[in-house]
Structure formats: structure tokens, C-alpha cells
């Protein structure tokens, strides 16, 4: 496989692929390579984006705006069965490696193209990062507070557009080891495609009620009760039922609020969530005065979902993980830091957890497995086509 990534999406698309056994050569400009790299120098002087979803990768610079550099990734392409592009808008075209050129030139080659917006729409050339298409596809205006919306945390953009396109990376190898050939064999997958998705529910929920769900914060404006309360011992608890039952759980055996579970005015989901304030008043009260772990235990002994609000140095911590052995080591340039494995388990199969590359690390091996002689490899560096030695 090969990819012309940068940012998220294309290498968390790369990423989760070769996790699960694909080889990725990654081909960056030799002027700095995936700007991601620089973002800050967190892990070993290398930025925490790029060492998250770049491990495991061979990196080759290649000048592509120049015809020898353009040629020696055509001949990597003619031996690959996969390409993955997240350039800006029609920057592969201009680079002759549009889906349609590459139809072309080289007609067996599954070509997966990563976008902000997708062709044919007043905004398909506009520059595309996570908070920017967070806001457009409107996940930013139903997280948070009223009249305060937030961007989530997490780049849920990026990396449901990644998931996608490996996805759809995986669907057509599959198409081809069963003896079906798709012509071309390409797929694209925007960002705001991939968040218009993920805001099915409120969607849906807006076309047929004509109404904009307000955001509740740490909570959801589905359901209730679901939200976040201080406990007596300092922390934050999480609660929440999904469906009637659950709540007549939650007032009778966890609050101990007969009272509570036959009020008329709590009877059913709709109900609840018209008398959210009424709600987390008495049970933000009931855990003031409890600690975090009788809440839980309590909560478990109920049946009833709940969890600890954690910051991310706790979850580095987190028993789950570390019981579950869920860290590995893995190289860096600067050394070695921990990784999670990705997340799905396969029996009898261990990722690799390969080494975060050095930017052209790995490029002039890869060009002596396309057969260039030293002498050719040295000339092509003369040229700059490479680029400056690797370090």
C-alpha cells in the first residue's frame, strides 16, 4: 500500500490497515514531510499527532513536482495494490494522480481518495480540518451548553473519515479475492459526508419535528436521566438509563425514591427529558452525599450504567487497560513510548506495533526493492528529487 497522507483521516486510514498486516509506504515531500510532524514535540521531540497514527509505516521522500520523483512513485504504484490521497482539493490532480489518471496508468490499482467535502458542491474547494467540518455538518452546535457550543474532543472527523476508508479499502479487496473486478476501482469518502452520518440521530430527529435539539452538556437531549454528577468525595460520576425500565431501576432500587418512579409526570422517556432540571436536582443531591464508589457499586448492584468521569492521565492509568495488558512499546526517533494496540482482538494474531519512521527513512531501501542501482538512487538525490540525506 501506498499513501500521499498528511494530517489524520489518510493516516489513520493507513494506520488501522496496517495494524491489521498491510506493508504502507509513505510517501512525503522531502521539504519537512507531514506537517503533523511538527505540531509539537511531545514524544521525543516528534509530535504526539503524527507518533498516534504513523506507526508502523516505511517513509520515502519523493519530489513529486518533479518528473523523476512523479516517475519513481509510478513505479512504486505499478507494484502496489493500493492507494491512499488526502491532499487539498485538487492537488492530485495537478500531480497527475487524480482517481481518473490513475484508472489509466494504472488499471489494477485500488485508489481510496480522502476529501473535505466531496466533488460537485459549493464547497468542494474549500480546505478541510476537523473543527472546520465539525462545525459545517453542525456536531459543534449540539455539544456543549446553549448559546456555548463546543468542538468534540476527540477529531471525530478525521478519524470516522479513516475508519471509512479503510472500510471501504477492505470491501474492495475482498470484491477482488472474489474474482470481481471493479473498473475503476476506486472510492472516495469526504469528511463532511462521514459527519453528516454521524449526526444521523439529531438529524432525523430535526427533519421530522422541525426542532433543534439544544445541547445539555454531559448529557444527552434524548434521554433522561443521563448526565454527570459531583459525588462527596470530590469526583464526578456518570449515570444514565436508556428506556423506562431502567429508570423505574434507577428511582426504586438506586434512590430508593418510590415516589420518584410512580410520578405520572416521570412515566416515560419524553417525560423525563421535559423535566431534566427536576431530575438532576434530586439525584445530583442523592450523590453529594455519597462517595464515587458506593454510587458505583450501588449503581452496579441496580443495574444501572455508570461510569467515572476520568482526565486523560487517569485513563493512562486506567485498571481496565493495564488488566487487560493493552499497551505495547513501540519505537520512536528520539526512543521508545507506550501504544495502545488497536482496538480490534484477533485470536491468534498480534499487530506488529511497528517503529514511527524518520521522515525518508526507509527511502532509499524501498528504491532498491524497485531494482535502482546505487549509482541511480545517488543521482536521483543529486537531483532533488529525494530530497537531502535522511538523518
Same mark, same amino acid.
Request: proline letters at 8%; aromatic letters at 4%.
Given at each position: 500500500?501506498?499513501?500521499?497522507?498528511?494530517?489524520?483521516?489518510?493516516?489513520?486510514?493507513?494506520?488501522?490497515?496496517?495494524?491489521?498486516?498491510?506493508?504502507?509506504?509513505?510517501?512525503?515531500?522531502?521539504?519537512?514531510?507531514?506537517?503533523?510532524?511538527?505540531?509539537?514535540?511531545?514524544?521525543?521531540?516528534?509530535?504526539?499527532?503524527?507518533?498516534?497514527?504513523?506507526?508502523?509505516?516505511?517513509?520515502?521522500?519523493?519530489?513529486?513536482?518533479?518528473?523523476?520523483?512523479?516517475?519513481?512513485?509510478?513505479?512504486?504504484?505499478? @507494484? #502496489?495494490?493500493?492507494?491512499?490521497?488526502?491532499?487539498?482539493? +485538487? /492537488?492530485? !490532480?495537478?500531480? &497527475? %494522480?487524480?482517481? $481518473?489518471?490513475?484508472?489509466?496508468?494504472?488499471?489494477?490499482?485500488?485508489?481510496?481518495?480522502?476529501?473535505?467535502?466531496?466533488?460537485?458542491?459549493?464547497?468542494?474547494?474549500? @480546505? #478541510?480540518?476537523?473543527?472546520?467540518?465539525?462545525?459545517?455538518? +453542525? /456536531?459543534? !452546535?449540539?455539544? &456543549? %451548553?446553549?448559546? $456555548?457550543?463546543?468542538?468534540?474532543?476527540?477529531?471525530?472527523?478525521?478519524?470516522?473519515?479513516?475508519?471509512?476508508?479503510?472500510?471501504?479499502?477492505?470491501?474492495?479487496?475482498?470484491?477482488?479475492?472474489?474474482?470481481?473486478?471493479?473498473?475503476?476501482?476506486? /472510492?472516495?469518502?469526504?469528511?463532511?459526508?462521514?459527519? $453528516?452520518?454521524?449526526?444521523?440521530?439529531?438529524?432525523?430527529?430535526?427533519?421530522?419535528?422541525?426542532?433543534?435539539?439544544?445541547?445539555?452538556?454531559?448529557?444527552?437531549?434524548?434521554?433522561?436521566?443521563?448526565?454527570?454528577?459531583?459525588?462527596?468525595?470530590?469526583?464526578?460520576?456518570?449515570?444514565?438509563?436508556?428506556?423506562?425500565?431502567?429508570?423505574?431501576?434507577?428511582?426504586?432500587?438506586?434512590?430508593?425514591?418510590?415516589?420518584?418512579?410512580?410520578?405520572?409526570?416521570?412515566?416515560?422517556?419524553?417525560?423525563?427529558?421535559?423535566?431534566?432540571?427536576?431530575?438532576?436536582?434530586?439525584?445530583?443531591?442523592?450523590?453529594?452525599?455519597?462517595?464515587?464508589?458506593?454510587?458505583?457499586?450501588?449503581?452496579?448492584?441496580?443495574?444501572?450504567?455508570?461510569?467515572?468521569?476520568?482526565?486523560?492521565?487517569?485513563?493512562?492509568?486506567?485498571?481496565?487497560?493495564?488488566?487487560?495488558?493493552?499497551?505495547?512499546?513501540?519505537?520512536?526517533?528520539?526512543?521508545?513510548?507506550?501504544?495502545?494496540?488497536?482496538?480490534?482482538?484477533?485470536?491468534?494474531?498480534?499487530?506488529?506495533?511497528?517503529?514511527?519512521?524518520?521522515?525518508?527513512?526507509?527511502?532509499?531501501?524501498?528504491?532498491?526493492?524497485?531494482?535502482?542501482?546505487?549509482?541511480?538512487?545517488?543521482?536521483?538525490?543529486?537531483?532533488?528529487?529525494?530530497?537531502?540525506?535522511?538523518?
Amino acid at each position: 500500500m501506498v499513501s500521499l497522507e498528511q494530517a489524520v483521516s489518510a493516516p489513520m486510514c493507513t494506520r488501522t490497515l496496517g495494524d491489521l498486516g498491510a506493508r504502507v509506504i509513505k510517501i512525503e515531500s522531502p521539504h519537512g514531510g507531514d506537517f503533523t510532524r511538527y505540531y509539537d514535540d511531545a514524544v521525543h521531540g516528534l509530535a504526539a499527532h503524527f507518533v498516534w497514527v504513523n506507526r508502523g509505516k516505511e517513509s520515502v521522500t519523493l519530489d513529486l513536482k518533479s518528473a523523476a520523483g512523479s516517475e519513481v512513485l509510478h513505479r512504486l504504484l505499478d @507494484r #502496489a495494490q493500493v492507494f491512499v490521497s488526502n491532499l487539498a482539493p +485538487g /492537488a492530485t !490532480a495537478k500531480l &497527475g %494522480l487524480s482517481p $481518473a489518471d490513475l484508472a489509466v496508468r494504472h488499471p489494477d490499482l485500488i485508489s481510496v481518495d480522502i476529501d473535505g467535502y466531496g466533488p460537485g458542491g459549493p464547497l468542494s474547494h474549500k @480546505r #478541510a480540518y476537523d473543527l472546520l467540518v465539525q462545525a459545517e455538518s +453542525g /456536531a459543534c !452546535a449540539i455539544t &456543549g %451548553l446553549p448559546g $456555548a457550543p463546543a468542538k468534540p474532543g476527540p477529531p471525530a472527523a478525521d478519524v470516522c473519515t479513516g475508519l471509512y476508508a479503510a472500510l471501504s479499502v477492505v470491501a474492495l479487496l475482498h470484491e477482488r479475492a472474489q474474482g470481481r473486478r471493479r473498473s475503476p476501482a476506486t /472510492a472516495s469518502v469526504s469528511m463532511f459526508d462521514t459527519m $453528516a452520518e454521524l449526526m444521523g440521530y439529531p438529524l432525523t430527529y430535526t427533519r421530522h419535528t422541525g426542532v433543534d435539539q439544544q445541547p445539555v452538556g454531559m448529557g444527552s437531549p434524548a434521554v433522561a436521566p443521563y448526565g454527570a454528577y459531583r459525588t462527596a468525595d470530590g469526583h464526578t460520576v456518570v449515570l444514565g438509563t436508556t428506556n423506562d425500565r431502567e429508570w423505574q431501576r434507577f428511582a426504586r432500587d438506586l434512590l430508593e425514591r418510590p415516589d420518584l418512579a410512580d410520578d405520572e409526570r416521570l412515566r416515560t422517556t419524553a417525560d423525563r427529558v421535559a423535566r431534566r432540571e427536576l431530575l438532576d436536582g434530586e439525584i445530583g443531591g442523592w450523590c453529594a452525599g455519597r462517595t464515587l464508589e458506593h454510587i458505583q457499586c450501588a449503581a452496579d448492584a441496580a443495574g444501572i450504567g455508570n461510569a467515572k468521569l476520568n482526565t486523560p492521565s487517569e485513563v493512562l492509568d486506567h485498571p481496565q487497560l493495564a488488566a487487560r495488558d493493552r499497551w505495547r512499546e513501540i519505537a520512536t526517533p528520539g526512543g521508545p513510548t507506550p501504544a495502545l494496540l488497536p482496538p480490534p482482538v484477533l485470536p491468534g494474531y498480534e499487530p506488529p506495533m511497528g517503529a514511527v519512521p524518520e521522515l525518508g527513512s526507509h527511502t532509499e531501501a524501498v528504491l532498491a526493492e524497485l531494482g535502482l542501482e546505487e549509482a541511480e538512487i545517488a543521482e536521483l538525490r543529486a537531483s532533488g528529487a529525494l530530497g537531502g540525506q535522511p538523518r
